[in-house]
């Protein structure tokens, strides 16, 4: 599936210094993600202390699950797919209800109150090659319609045999265990493919967009510069054009708005919020660029309220684009939603599935 302003990835692959190489010949979106969540990261190897020092250094930003056999694995990953395919209708659904006139937010909010098991769903695994009863190649074989990224990890003896991996498109990457800094190159690796949008969710949330919304965020600087922002201040969020904006969930579980307004619809946004009661000197900072109501996101809550005005900030180096960051405090918002507090109590020591 091509997301709207996908740019192709040209096949081939790049060799890194540090023995890591990436696998290309994927389509990925623009460098914005409209959709971007945390996802677990799936570890095997026989050995399990390894085991033990790769999910420590991991588990402190990712639910992680290890595996100490390849069947188990495989077993474990190919249950998957119905349940990522369940996660795709469940947000499918939300755009046809908006189509239909019900509002977005409150629908976000009840999806992720509703669905605390999304962190679950696996989106990258770590295969060690060399492993007895079935090698890395083999488990890897056999997860070939399974929806994550694939890293394979080799000793320098098994190079050519990882090169035959990626070319065979069995995985995205592969990195030498006794590589230097190899713990840090690992998290690297997985932080760069947990980063990456996945395709079909891009495109059900660019389908809240109007051309002229997906033209501002196709463009590099602005998108960049939003994509930086959400990065530091979410661990999920939602990309949407009614309102547009953000909606975003930090590591805390605290949702917040980053609302954006293109400078040239200012002065509607600023009759809107005097229709709502907003006091002359609030109209008037909108008006100037300064500030941005929040109205759009109180009517979308459906609360009746005056509008409150939040100083604005550009977005990009144009000044086509301005925001501003609201909190949002909605009794639909679960508490159960600190993903600080998850990693803690699903990422227990020495917990290995399988033998």
Known sequence: MAASGAAPVSAGKVTRGNGQVEARGRSYPQRLAFHHRPGSVVLLDDVPEYLDMLADGLGRY?????????????NFLQQEPPRWEADFWAQQQILEKWH?????????????????????????????????????MEVLDELRGWPGYRVMLTGAFDNALAIEAFNSGLIDQFLLKHSVEFTQHLQDIVTALMARPNPRFHQIWSGTLTLEQNQLLCDTDIANSLSDLVSRTFVEWIVIGDPFGVLGVDAAGKISWIQLEPTHQLGLLADMAAECGASGDDVAQIQAGKALSD???????????????????????????????????????????NYRNRLVSTNRPSAHCGP
């Open 62 to 74: 990712w639910n992680v699950k290890t595996f100490g056999s390849g069947a188990d694995c495989i």
């Open 100 to 136: 239909g006139g019900q509002r977005l937010i409150p629908q976000i909010l009840k999806y992720w109150a509703d669905s605390l098991d999304r962190y679950e769903l696996t989106k990258v695994c770590v295969v060690d090659y060399l492993m007895p009863g079935m090698d890395g």
């Open 295 to 337: 109205v759009q996101l109180l009517r979308n809550l459906g609360i009746k309220s005056t509008p409150t005005n939040v100083p604005s900030f550009s977005v990009g180096a144009h000044g086509l684009l301005l925001s501003a960051i609201h909190r949002v405090a909605c009794p639909v918002a679960p508490g159960g939603m």
